[in-house]
């Protein structure tokens, strides 16, 4: 080997190194960058397996109650007696339930948070607005217990001044509860819709001589209606998965009736009877609760669907 | 003759059109009574709600509210063990959930593809937020309660909690980590950063106010409720402190619900005076979150 070929080796060891240690740097990045990554996934995974977890014990626990009761006695029942000797699991009562309350608290809740998201995009002054908007902010953060209370102690007996055969326990001071309940989820989430609304359409209807309610009715809520029926599909959700106030307010009694005056017992309220009252694991009362959770489940995850099928269409559009 | 004719018809189509303007004038001022009237309810209702409470309760705060255990003589009456429930189980519950929500939220915005395994995740944390809470309240007890023998413990609270506010703090993150610019993240990139330096240390730390005030938010949120709490420990009568995360427990809404549901009038004025306390509790956390969010926005973003 010649003296000049031995230097050059000598070099180059000489710059293999840092060069090396260089590429040991790139895949130690490369190795932390990975374990990051998948540290982070696996969390993220937390969710889905969270959701495994709920159907698999709603489903497997319910698949227990369906071999003691059949589903068409279930589906097609009309008496709910869990905790009587002669017991019956007819989900008619409770659904009927479900949706006396729901349909009273839309009723309320609709127009007056559709109402005042309209005040609040359209017509207040940015002072109003900083001073409207936190009131609507704690509507939205006070417990549910509360106004379980207020349905009870305030709106029964304000009610019974004017309905003297209301019940003490009844469905529509329940109602209005959840309509006052998810009445601010409506009117933020409305009004963020409203804001979207391109101002060049609203300028197109005043050139054309309409007035403001004729420019709100006839352009903006026309533009926005699939966000706020997303929205009032979505709190609709809520108010049928209310516990707290119908557990309260609403009676505890299932009863197949669409008279708003009387006590009725909620699906989700025949869920807290059951915990407040004795059924250990195993029985068929404990099973059932999770038929109607199932139950209650699929009815509110059909109606985020189509929530969120809604939402996506507008959000394609105002994009 | 025929002049008078197209005269008549003129003063008609007058008349009609000042009807017609008078009508638009109607109906005009009757939406924004509408309007109006739709804003002053929801005002009226909160304020009805809180002098009802505040009438029927104030004669009831008292330090042995806050300091005694419950007992059914009402004037020594208390929700000692139920306020100390809830400030564990709701502080082990965030605990749990600001690290996985804002690892999610962070994997979600900044390493988020449209492949299988990230719409499952989109999918499940929709899903999540969804569920009634009554049904977490259900899968914790057969779940963790009987499943894994955790019992009917704080823990399960705990985590139910926990995956109950989750979707609330992954929300903030992501909206958190839309708020850094591209050109930020870019910059270190062009710098020699790999994709792990850029989340720790360009969007991590512009993350901190967001995740903040969504955990104070979550924290209001898991405080107030009650209904998964009921199903996962029932309606218990405990004279004692909590000790450990696999004891039996109860929460500030339970006790208030358990007072609710006694007829007799001081147990009334007893529940809206816990329903003063706890208000008080989530008066206060949404304040500090508006409050820091302002302030730590300021900090961060200028």
């Not at chain 1, 609403?250 to 009725?264: D, I, K, Q, Y």
Request: some cysteine; hydrophobic content about 50%; aromatic content about 10%.
């Amino acid at each position: 080997m010649k003296r000049r070929d031995r230097v050059d080796i000598e070099k180059r060891k000489k710059y293999q190194k840092p060069i090396y240690s260089y590429s040991s740097y790139i895949n130690k990045g490369k190795f932390i960058d990975n374990i990051v990554r998948y540290a982070l996934l696996g969390a993220s995974v937390s969710t889905v397996i969270a959701i495994i977890v709920i159907s698999y014990s709603l489903l497997s626990e319910s698949m227990n109650f369906f071999t003691q009761v059949s589903p068409y006695e279930f589906f097609f029942g009309t008496k709910w007696a869990a905790f009587f000797d002669d017991k019956s699991f007819g989900i008619l009562p409770l659904l009927a339930g479900t949706m006396l309350t729901t349909v009273i608290a839309l009723a309320f809740a609709i127009p007056i948070g559709i109402g005042a998201a309209i005040f609040l995009s359209e017509y207040a002054s940015p002072y109003i607005r900083k001073l409207v908007k936190p009131i609507l902010e704690i509507l939205a953060g006070i417990p549910t217990v509360v106004y379980g209370y207020f349905a009870l102690y305030f709106i029964t007996p304000n009610l019974q001044a004017f309905i003297p055969d209301l019940y003490t326990y009844n469905a529509l001071a329940a109602g209005l509860a959840i309509g006052v309940m998810i009445t601010p989820t409506i009117a933020s989430l409305s009004e963020d819709a409203f804001y979207s609304v391109p101002q060049s359409i609203k300028a197109a209807g005043y050139a054309l001589g309409a007035r403001k309610s004729q420019v709100i009715l006839g352009i903006v809520i026309p533009y926005t209606l699939s966000a706020l029926s997303a929205v009032i599909i979505l709190a609709m959700g809520r108010a049928i998965g209310e516990t707290m106030i119908v557990t309260i307010a609403a009676g505890l009694r299932p009863s197949l009736t669409l008279n708003p005056f009387e006590s009725v017992m909620t699906m989700t309220a025949a869920i807290a009877q059951a915990a407040t009252g004795d059924s250990p694991r195993g029985t068929v009362e404990y099973t059932s609760l999770f038929a109607v959770g199932v139950y209650l489940f699929a009815v509110v995850a059909v109606l985020n669907m189509i929530s969120g099928y809604l939402k996506k269409r507008w959000e394609i559009k105002y994009e | 003759m025929s002049e008078s004719i197209s005269e008549s018809k003129d003063e008609r189509e007058i008349l009609t059109s000042n009807r017609r303007k008078r009508l638009v004038r109607i109906s005009e001022f009757s939406f924004q009574a509408y309007v109006l009237i739709a804003v002053c309810i929801g005002i009226m209702i909160l304020t009805m709600l809180l002098v009802n409470v505040l009438v029927n309760g104030i004669g009831r705060v008292s330090p042995s509210l806050i300091l005694n255990y419950p007992s059914s003589n009402v004037n020594e009456a208390g929700m000692r063990q139920a306020i100390l429930g809830s400030l564990y189980t709701v502080g082990l519950a965030i605990l749990i959930a600001l690290p996985l929500g804002i690892a999610t939220g962070l994997y979600l915005h900044e390493y988020g593809s449209n492949n299988i395994i990230n719409r499952a995740i989109q999918n499940a944390l929709i899903n999540l937020a969804g569920v009634p809470s009554v049904i977490f309240g259900l899968v914790a007890l057969s779940f963790l309660s009987y499943t894994l023998a955790l019992g009917r413990s704080l823990i399960v609270g705990s985590i139910a909690l926990a995956f109950l506010v989750l979707p609330l703090i992954v929300v903030a993150t992501i909206e958190g980590a839309r708020l850094v610019p591209t050109t930020h993240r870019l910059a270190a990139y062009s710098l020699g950063a790999r994709k792990y330096q850029v989340v720790f240390k360009i969007v991590l730390p512009r993350i901190i106010p967001t995740a903040l005030t969504s955990s104070i938010l979550a924290v209001a949120r898991a405080i107030g409720e009650a209904a998964p709490i009921l199903i996962i420990s029932g309606l218990i009568f405990i004279r004692r402190d909590p000790a450990s995360i696999l004891d039996e427990f109860t929460v500030m809404p339970l006790q208030i619900f358990n007072w609710v549901s006694r007829p007799q009038r001081e147990f009334i004025e007893l529940s809206a005076a816990g329903i003063i306390v706890l208000l008080a509790i989530l008066f206060t956390l949404n304040i500090t979150a508006i409050y820091l969010r302002n302030r730590l926005q300021k900090r961060f973003i200028e």
